[in-house]
T-cell receptor, first 115, second 112 residues
Framework: DGGITQSPKYLFRKEGQNVTLSCEQN?????MYWYRQDPGQGLRLIYY???????QKGDIAEGYSVSREKKESFPLTVTSAQKNPTAFYLC??????????????FGPGTRLTVL | KQEVTQIPAALSVPEGENLVLNCSFT??????LQWFRQDPGKGLTSLLL?????REQTSGRLNASLDKSSGRSTLYIAASQPGDSATYLC???????????FGQGTTLQVKP
């Protein structure tokens, strides 16, 4: 089955720790995205990548980092510089980043909690 | 800055009722429009995509329309069922940036 997987489903972080969230897709999509969802708010874009070895900051990139070494994978690292990381993190992909190809498909999400 | 508003924020209806969810944009520069469903603690499931050249899309009991001139979209759910209970989000593809801009969602409860 084609789709997007995220792991882990739940993640707990201590103060000062960096943690990495995994996102893998087998849809052969070029573009991948990371969003953050907080209660009562819409999704906010953290980072996106239109192609391998390239990525751009979204609206709330501070305290986060990403890499795109493979087409299938787009891991997100939440660094200790992110002051309020507790949230639900969603990964998505689309065939391309152009307007005609931007239909996005989402993974199941990772819930990150800071202890 | 493009903003998306979804009205109402929450809706409770008896089973079998037809209902309409609304989505509006502050800037009509929307290229296309995607509706999603989200169950509690889960990811988003794409329901319908209205491309730039289209005015509406239908899938089963769902019908979504897009009026770019007024910056509005509606999602019509016919003969609602308890299984339709979820949060529904709309997202517009910005003509300026190509990114999706999300509304905050409408949480629907369908009572048996």
């Amino acid at each position: 089955d084609g789709g997007i997987t995220q792991s882990p489903k739940y993640l707990f972080r201590k103060e000062g720790q960096n943690v990495t969230l995994s996102c893998e897709q087998n849809l052969n999509h070029d573009a991948m995205y990371w969003y953050r969802q907080d209660p009562g708010q819409g999704l906010r874009l953290i980072y996106y990548s239109q192609i391998v070895n390239d990525f751009q900051k979204g609206d709330i990139a501070e305290g986060y980092s990403v890499s795109r070494e493979k087409k299938e994978s787009f891991p997100l690292t939440v660094t200790s510089a992110q002051k309020n990381p507790t949230a639900f993190y969603l990964c998505a992909s689309s065939k391309g980043a152009g307007l005609s190809y931007n239909e996005q498909f989402f993974g199941p999400g990772t819930r990150l909690t800071v202890l | 800055k493009q903003e998306v508003t979804q009205i109402p924020a929450a809706l409770s209806v008896p089973e079998g009722e037809n209902l309409v969810l609304n989505c509006s944009f502050t800037d009509s520069a929307i290229y296309n429009l995607q509706w999603f469903r989200q169950d509690p603690g889960k990811g988003l499931t794409s329901l319908l995509l209205i491309q730039s050249s289209q005015r509406e899309q239908t899938s089963g009991r769902l019908n979504a329309s897009l009026d770019k001139s007024s910056g509005r979209s509606t999602l019509y759910i016919a003969a609602s069922q308890p299984g339709d209970s979820a949060t529904y989000l709309c997202a517009g593809g910005s003509s300026n940036t190509g990114k999706l801009i999300f509304g905050q969602g409408t949480t629907l409860q369908v009572k048996p």
